[in-house]
């Protein structure tokens, strides 16, 4: 059997609560005698041989006063959190939240630094997971530098420039470090199924008249919105633009409003205006629920593990089995092929299997 | 330039309507000076050199009694068609609705068959497009052994048994006709987009809880609906179980009441209920409005221009080309790769640009 | 303190199991010290004294294999009924389900018609509640006999004609026992939105373009829908008229289909298109979904308390605070003012606080 | 026959387009012998004797650079207007836009005042139209000031302090001109529907869980929504909570989103979620679609008859007539029964057949 993933997290937000709750409702069921390929959610059971349950909490990170010096399991309930208790009673972790750091520290030289380069080293973390608010480059940059210092391998949830940046990720390569990021894609985002919707339409031939996209929720991303919303609905154009979408007729409106009562849960508007035969009108509408942490967790679970497993194998740099479900991967999807992606994960499960096989001697 | 289609059709409902409708209405942008790629609705320009409105009818069949003996242009308005009139006047089509056959005609001796084979001939049809209402077995068997007899290619819209039956495939490859069918897959159908949805949550590892798919409308399909909605219910669910879904909690409703106003207009309700991380739920609720005969035409188009192109080119029996706009395609969707696909479009093609290359010399 | 609602019913389907329930779970939330005013879904705590949990089951009659002999408890979930169990474990209620009559034990003579009286009188029931299979004219007016000669009050949840029929409530009336019916107005049913839209585009001087409302479901109601459905749907249609609408391109499909995962929810899709200033397009979809015996139970409540109330008073025949509740009250809805109705309700109001006094001293 | 309601209007914009075409629309539609109690989206073809198509624009005043010197016929089609051209050519209306008022000429003595002020009577207008942009009281308030000035009534559709200011209001009782305001209710608001249908929650003793509404469009009030959303988001939650409404659980979003391409349609998304007997949720989800500008010039035809009707009366002030098409009339809306509504609506008829009856003398 392997041994559980060593999991740091700068951030102890909504994701993080859906991360550890998932993991623990899982650990459940196998305790219950499901068997792992039923997991309701789970698309990959092991990647290098970890299961979605193998997981060790061993370090948190956060400012926020509400976690601040807190246990873990608590401040992961802690508000502005608001991701639902799904399992009754959650599993005590005894590791307290660390500030971490703040603006003034990111100097490696500084004592906030070497603390959470030290906290990493002594919690023997495999992996630390970067989750925090998004819009700090500052602090992206600081703790990709601390787990660098500290040989740990390191996962940027977030937009800002970490994996794509060509030093940071020379470095990672030269000191054998993973590299995991940037951005992750949701399991089943507004733009997926946007996206697969008008490629439908093209590809069967219809003409796209006009489309929009309308997100809501109740969680700290969409009370914030508005400011941020702009630089996130032109990516999503230009995502929807290198499909081939005329864009001049299509709105994303990353954050339409914050309504409160619908806390982690995000609803989503769609509208597709076609045209067909003889230029009659085809039109859908399409109303969409998630779970919104729970759709960021569910493709978290795929990165820590192969950060983790992508270590274990001394692989250093990016991990191409992680493209598909980051948006901007280090060195932009063009750069892998599917059969690159497939040779990725392959890799992790043989140095896995050889390792098991190893210590079973 | 290539000469026109001279098509003859079995059946003059809705499709047939918005076939002419469309094909005239694309003609009259041509004339303004539209570029056919900016064509609204129109996936393939052109196949083996013929455009959308390169179509003449030149003999039409059907017993209703508002169609028989009136002129085709007249007939494809009369009740209970309910296609919309979506551009002004029509032209004249100077050809007279003929009974054709009914149950007692089906033996190639008598007078009516032998009949319907002449008109054939004497129209110099080149395709014989079959799209009475679904249901008649003996109907389509026969229209299609009228075409073989006269040596036009028949293209079969519905459901019945005609291009998936081995008999009749191999009478027209050994005469050289072509013979396109069975049951057309609508341009952007209920099925399609369901289908999507569900492949789209497996392919992200999401689990599917449940499903259901409603269909409803105001045409002759949907009057009739509620007797023959038991086998396309089931022939919706096996598609949907050949892509790898579980079909225990997922039902379609392929007829769910017909509604006088909507007219043509068709409504699809589609819900999908799934499971993320942790068993969390994603919900997602879909309205879906098509002209429901533009859907029809739209496909139409190309079978019928694939089926002319076949016989020009001297290519007997099935045409590969056909395969992914037909819902049971002669041999079934696995006997045929893409390559096959490209290649008899290219066929097509090619045998179209030496026949002008010849004719300009 | 009152005494509870000695309760007789007959038909032990989805109806009865929500009520029974329902009643379980507010008396719980009463024993955990929340108000009866703060019971989520009750419009009125208290009718005549009596409170929604201050009800006892004494005798049931069903003749269905899978429910009769069966104790109450278990027999409410037994197949084909399917709403939830909301609550954990049911308390027993020590009634075995009788199969009670048959289409030939309508004679008041017939044994088995004995013996249903002699049970309605021996279990001291206050009311029988009739919620068989709708349909079931002969069932209707038998129960009704019995009740009637065990002088205990009947309540008729089906259009069946029971006290619209003037012989019927005569006999009641004479016999000084309460006669309440016809046929249950759902506690939010698709018809009272789709009347109060379609009003309020009236009053607002919209005009009505055209409008459909389809319901589905996966009770029993849904799966025999398809027969049942003409009549059903006439009656939405001339309740619509009657509020003035043109129904001329109104559509109603009660039953639109059969979907077993959905069990007891029902789910209604509504379209309203209209006309604005200038004619321009104004236009409403509306999804509702309900559970849909939960609908039924909670006017139900109110019905059988009313019946109760009524015979506790000493008040034979119709009551006039049934009237909002019923699709087809005794004597038509405009018999009533709303000044007969509260009438109504206070004097079976003041009735018990008169008892209630009495007893005290 | 009456003459014509002669109409200043202060804001060329999308409703003033409406209106002026709307009332084109039904003069022809007149002309085509329809009767005007069978136009579409019209509540009541008469007030005062006056008819929707009884209107002559005579005066104009707009700043925008767009429209300022232009004919007020072109000026309607100006951008940023985009409400759409509903009926081919436009008849010419020989009134050039005047710039009006800047913020700097609010004082009764300057130049421009005194210029608008003489503009209104040399134009004999009987009503001044106030739609400038919400959110300039200064324009409000000077507008009103030279409307009384010249005699003239007025009405404002704006949220700004008019009709509700005591000095402005008596200013205009004692000079016996009619002053209507303030801010218009659309024809058929997000509003209005949202609170019927918590209404017939209430009413049928459902509980509120939750329940959101967002709208969003294209034209220029959703360009600048989101500034003004917040106080627009209280006052709609405010209305609610006069209705009863617990608005904890509620949030409204006037101004979800800016989509150009839905030009002058609004969308609005409700969303209402609640329990029934037993708990058991109910969950209502409504999409409703309005050309925005028809939605206020439905309201604004009735909101200009009542001022010209009761000028010609001699009655100044308010008129109760009003009351049920302002947001915020003066006096607040429990100040008007019903009856004084009906009174009011019957004096503006009684005087105007006495006039016509003396007249025909």
Redesign the interface.
């Known amino acids: 059997m392997v041994a559980s993933l060593r999991l740091a997290v700068a951030g102890v937000g909504n994701n993080i609560s859906?991360l550890f709750?998932?993991a623990e409702?899982?650990r459940r069921m196998s305790a219950q005698g499901i068997a792992e390929s039923e997991f309701?959610?789970?698309?990959?059971p092991r990647i290098g041989g970890l299961g979605v349950s193998d997981l060790r909490f061993v370090a948190a990170f956060d400012p926020h006063p509400n976690k601040v010096g807190r246990e873990f399991h608590q401040a992961v309930l802690a508000e502005p959190n608001n991701y639902?208790l799904?399992a009754g009673e959650l599993p005590a972790v005894d590791v307290g939240v660390d500030p971490g750091l703040s603006e003034k520290d990111v100097d490696e030289t500084s004592p906030a630094f070497r603390r959470v380069v030290q906290r990493l080293r002594e919690s023997d973390a495999e992996v630390l997971l970067y989750s925090l608010p998004t819009g700090l480059q500052w602090a992206a940059t600081a703790y990709a530098r601390a787990a660098l210092a500290a040989g740990v391998a390191f996962v940027n949830c977030t937009p800002e420039l970490v994996a794509r940046s060509p030093e940071l990720l020379a470095a990672y390569e030269q000191a054998g470090v993973p590299l995991i990021g940037d951005d992750l894609a949701s399991?089943?985002g507004t733009s997926?199924?946007h996206r697969?919707?008008l490629g439908?339409?093209s590809q069967?031939?219809?003409?796209l008249t006009?489309s929009?996209q309308?997100n809501?929720g109740g969680n700290e991303d969409f009370r914030n919105l508005?400011e941020q919303g702009a630089s996130k609905r032109q990516s999503k154009l230009n995502a929807l633009a290198q499909d081939g979408v005329d864009t001049g007729?299509v709105?994303v409106?990353p954050s339409?409003?914050?309504?409160?009562?619908?806390k982690d849960h995000k609803?989503a508007?769609l509208?597709i205006e076609?045209?067909?035969?003889?230029?009659?009108?085809?039109?859908?509408?399409?109303?969409?629920?998630?779970?919104d942490s729970?759709?960021a967790?569910?493709v978290i679970?795929d990165l820590i593990r192969i950060a983790a497993a992508s270590r274990r194998a001394g692989v250093g740099g990016f991990a191409a089995a992680a493209v598909r479900i980051l948006k901007s991967p280090a060195g932009g999807h063009p750069s892998y092929s599917d059969e690159d992606i497939e040779a990725s994960f392959r890799v992790l499960d043989t140095v896995s299997e050889l390792a098991e096989a190893t210590a079973g001697q």
């Not at 069967?204 to 003409?207: D, F, I, P, V, Y």
């Not at 339409?256 to 619908?262: D, Q, R």
Request: aromatic share 8%; hydrophobic share 50%; net charge positive.
């Open positions: 859906a709750q998932g409702l899982y309701p959610g789970v698309k990959r639902p799904l399991h089943l997926v199924v697969a919707l439908l339409l069967r031939g219809l003409t006009s929009y309308l809501f508005r007729n709105e409106i339409a409003g914050f309504v409160a009562h619908l609803v508007i509208n076609g045209q067909g035969w003889a230029g009659t009108p085809v039109s859908l509408d399409l109303k969409l629920q998630v779970q729970s759709n967790a569910g679970i």
